[in-house]
């Protein structure tokens, strides 16, 4: 979405951050007669004033039960949230094709927020879905979700948030009767991984790799730097990814992103780590970095939403 050349800039990270003094657009929750999905914003966590975007098909009988996907927006952690425009169309697109119950989480942002205060958010949407599964405060998700079914997704920064809360999750639920709920499995879109040493691509591209390695100081300026543990899963002090919950992940890729490699080197330490999951990896060729965010309406996001739904429904069939 190109933005209007008049307007003052703030923060200028190229090519996908452009932070306008006047804010970002929104755009209200209700009905979406293209894919006949209905939305409601609600107040998850009145201590902090966090709040998320519910979705759910809006033909969809009381009784019926659906996955439930804990969504996490991308954004480098700064931009963006659930009414943008852009992520408010695909989730509709996503509820649309998985005939999921969605939860889309307006997590903090930096630098007003400064890390790990999206990390923070992100666990207190899951635990006020834990709560939901055991009391039933919101209809949609007292009449429509099963809770074997829970995944967590997100695209970029948010599914760097995926892994972090997965983590979580899986040191946490066993021992905790507060969570009344199964991860079932993780999605991650074009995840926000890095490091201070360049590998694949980011060796022959050292331009892109510099624009990359200035977006974590913006918005986490730690004494680490790249090797944070935050942003780099597999440095010493990181915890182990063998600890995910759940026991698929999907992880996909654009051909074209600098951030691919990092995402493909997630998959394979995964799979090769000792987890007992199964960890699928998927590829678009062609395509930059969130592609499907920008132009949803292409074969190929259409393809991607359609790899992504494939993945919530085949595992229950599993």
């Known amino acids: 979405m190109e933005a209007p050349s008049n307007l003052e800039i703030s923060v200028d990270v190229p090519p996908y951050l452009r932070v306008h003094k006047d804010g970002t657009q929104v755009v209200p929750a209700g009905l979406d007669s293209d894919t006949d999905v209905v939305s409601k914003d609600i107040l998850i966590v009145p201590e902090t004033g966090v709040t998320a975007r519910l979705y759910r098909p809006n033909s969809t009988p009381k009784t019926a039960k659906l ?39 307006n ?10 205060t999206a990390y923070q958010d992100s666990w207190s949407a899951i635990q006020w879905a ?39 999750l899986n040191n946490n639920v066993p021992t905790n009767d507060d969570f009344d709920f199964k991860v079932a499995g993780l999605i991650m879109v074009n995840p926000y991984f890095w490091g201070k ?14 624009m990359v390695d200035k977006w974590w100081s913006f918005v986490c300026p730690s004494d680490k730097g790249n090797d944070d543990p935050l942003i780099n899963p597999f440095v010493e002090e990181a915890p182990g990814i063998e600890g995910v919950a759940g026991d698929r992940v999907l992880v996909t890729v654009a051909e074209k992103d600098i951030l691919r490699e990092r995402g493909e080197l997630y998959h394979k330490r995964l799979s090769n780590c000792g987890w007992k ?23 190929k996001a259409k393809s991607l939403i359609k790899r992504i739904a494939d993945f919530i429904n085949e595992h229950w069939m599993h």
């Open 197 to 210: 040493e360049a590998i694949g691509v980011e060796i022959t591209d050292p331009e892109r790799k510099k």
């Open 67 to 105: 996955p439930l996907l804990l969504y996490f927006h991308g954004g480098a952690f700064c931009i963006s949230s659930a009414s943008d425009p852009l992520y408010h169309t695909s989730l509709n697109n996503l509820v649309a094709e998985a005939n999921v119950v969605a939860l889309s989480v």
């Open 277 to 299: 999951g199964i960890a699928e990896f998927y590829e678009t060729p062609g395509e930059d970095h969130v592609f499907h965010i920008f132009n949803p309406d292409c074969d």
């Open 130 to 168: 834990a709560s939901n599964a055991k009391h039933h405060q919101e209809d949609w998700i007292r009449d429509n979700v099963d809770f074997d079914r829970v995944f967590l997704a997100g695209d970029s920064a948010g599914a760097n948030m995926g892994h972090y809360t997965a983590l979580k």
């Open 107 to 116: 997590y903090r942002l930096a630098p007003e927020h400064p890390l790990p």
